[in-house]
Nanobody
Framework: QVQLVEFGGGLVQPGGSLRLSCVGS????????MRWHRQAPGKERELVAT????????NAADSVKGRFTISRDNAKNTVYLQMNSLRPEDTAVYFCATYVYWGQGTQVTVSS
């Protein structure tokens, strides 16, 4: 069955960096667009970034553009989200997703 497992969340100070990873299994990873979403307490789930199957095309939400970078390694069935210059408002549970499948999420907390 399809599985998506996220790693790398944690507590970081404002201005700091984190890299999230998501490992996919049970499907042909290299054939699918991958997405990162986030959901903050009391807010709707938000699309953060997407990357095409080959990795040649990426998009990011305006709220994270210039700070977050999505990438992938199809040989490792892994998609990454490099997050720099983190702000308290980036605090959320971050999910990776493809098609209709979702990971369990990883908590990112930005606080001093």
């Amino acid at each position: 069955q399809v599985q998506l497992v996220e790693f790398g969340g944690g507590l970081v100070q404002p201005g700091g960096s984190l890299r999230l990873s998501c490992v996919g299994s049970g499907f042909t990873f290299s054939s699918y667009t991958m997405r990162w979403h986030r959901q903050a307490p009391g807010k709707e789930r938000e699309l953060v970034a997407t990357i095409s199957a080959s990795g040649s095309n990426t998009n990011a939400a305006d709220s994270v553009k210039g700070r977050f970078t999505i990438s992938r390694d199809n040989a490792k069935n892994t998609v990454y989200l490099q997050m720099n210059s983190l702000r308290p408002e980036d605090t959320a549970v971050y999910f990776c997703a493809t098609y209709v499948y979702w990971g369990q999420g990883t908590q990112v907390t930005v606080s001093s």
